[in-house]
């Protein structure tokens, strides 16, 4: 059993789900998700990935949204694959670096360039990118 992980769900239609996942995997349709008031036990909803614009993998639930995040590539800064910016078709930007983007796939991840910020990863749904391209 792979140890559960945090994860902010956000809905194309701009719904947002909270919680935890055990079940996520890059190349399925579907996983499940219980909500963060649930008990470990509780199995949680399923989630249809082709219904979202993203999952993000976080640090934590609260997040901090006074904080503003770098957008932009330090000189000598270590990041693996390339180098590529994100924008939605909410029109919110992440710039990040991703190992697979192939946008005939179901989506892709990209590792947010600001290592202070509480995203660690984030699944990017092919379908809710409006503009996608590598810096």
């Known amino acids: 059993m792979i140890e559960p992980v945090k994860v902010i769900m956000r809905y194309a239609n701009g719904k947002l789900i909270k919680g935890y996942t055990n079940d996520f995997f890059p190349n399925k349709p579907l996983f ?3 909500s963060i008031e649930s008990r470990p036990t509780d199995k949680g909803v399923e989630v249809y990935v082709k219904e979202l614009k993203a999952v993000f993998f976080v640090k934590d639930f609260v997040g901090n949204a ?7 590539f ?9 180098k590529v910016e994100v924008t939605f078709a909410d029109r919110e930007v992440l710039v990040g670096s ?5 946008p005939s796939r179901l989506g ?3 590792t947010p360039i600001d290592p202070q910020s509480n995203n660690l990863r984030v699944f990017v749904i092919s379908s809710a990118v409006k503009n996608f391209r590598f810096l």
């Open 32 to 34: 499940h998700v219980r």
């Open 66 to 72: 006074a904080y503003d995040e770098i957008r932009h």
């Open 74 to 82: 330090a000189e000598g800064q270590q990041y693996s694959g390339r």
């Open 98 to 102: 991703t190992i697979g983007y192939d």
């Open 108 to 110: 892709f991840f990209v």
